[in-house]
Antibody, heavy 121, light 107 residues
Framework: QVQLVESGGGVVQPGRSLRLSCAAS????????MHWVRQAPGKGLEWVAI????????YYTDSMKGRFTISRDNSKNTLYLQMNSLRVEDTAIYYC??????????????WGQGTLVTVSS | EIVLTQSPATLSLSPGEGATLSCRAS??????LAWYQQKPGQAPRLLIY???NRATGIPARFSGRGSGTDFTLTISSLEPEDFAVYYC?????????FGPGTTVDIK
């Protein structure tokens, strides 16, 4: 079955960097686009970014453009999110999600369990 | 960006009752709208994609309809496990956006 396991979350000071990873299994990783979605504590969902199956195309929510970088290593079946210049408002659970459509920009399915990032001094 | 509005914010119902949740988009998303269910402490789960298609394994009591700017998610008869938060999400335009959610709680 499809499994997405995020890691790399933790407590970080404002202005610092963090890299999240998502280990994928149970499907042919290099044929699916992938997403990151986040959820601040007690709040709703916010889409972060997408990367195409081959890593050549990506798109970000404006507020994260220039600070966050989505990437992937298809040889390791792993998705990444590099987060720089972190702000208190970036505190959230970060979910790794497969693109359910099999193309670029489909629905979000399935979701990993998430990793919590806390930005605090 | 496309703004999604969900109503009501909270729906208080009893098991066995039907539920109708609404999602309205600030501009047309054609049929590129999905619904997700999230229970406390869990990741969201896809229920409906492209307005009316049930995802794999989703019970038939969940149905979606709509196009353009107005969409509904209907739960025909609430089971105890259906009490949760429901989000709509559009994939018509970048960036993808979510609605604020509707909480379905037990009356």
């Amino acid at each position: 079955q499809v499994q997405l396991v995020e890691s790399g979350g933790g407590v970080v000071q404002p202005g610092r960097s963090l890299r999240l990873s998502c280990a994928a299994s149970g499907f042919t990783f290099n044929t699916y686009a992938m997403h990151w979605v986040r959820q601040a504590p007690g709040k709703g969902l916010e889409w972060v970014a997408i990367i195409s199956y081959d890593g050549r195309n990506n798109y970000y929510t404006d507020s994260m453009k220039g600070r966050f970088t989505i990437s992937r290593d298809n040889s390791k079946n792993t998705l990444y999110l590099q987060m720089n210049s972190l702000r208190v408002e970036d505190t959230a659970i970060y979910y790794c999600v497969r693109d359910g459509s099999g193309s670029y920009g489909g629905w979000l399915d399935p979701w990993g369990q998430g990793t919590l990032v806390t930005v605090s001094s | 960006e496309i703004v999604l509005t969900q109503s009501p914010a909270t729906l208080s119902l009893s098991p066995g009752e039907g539920a109708t949740l609404s999602c309205r988009a600030s501009q047309s998303v054609t049929s590129y709208l999905a619904w997700y269910q999230q229970k406390p402490g869990q990741a969201p789960r896809l229920l409906i994609y492209d307005a009316s298609n049930r995802a794999t394994g989703i019970p038939a009591r969940f149905s979606g309809r709509g196009s353009g700017t107005d969409f509904t998610l209907t739960i025909s008869s609430l089971e105890p496990e259906d009490f949760a938060v429901y989000y709509c999400q559009q994939r018509s335009n970048w960036p993808f956006t979510f609605g604020p959610g509707t909480t379905v709680d037990i009356k």
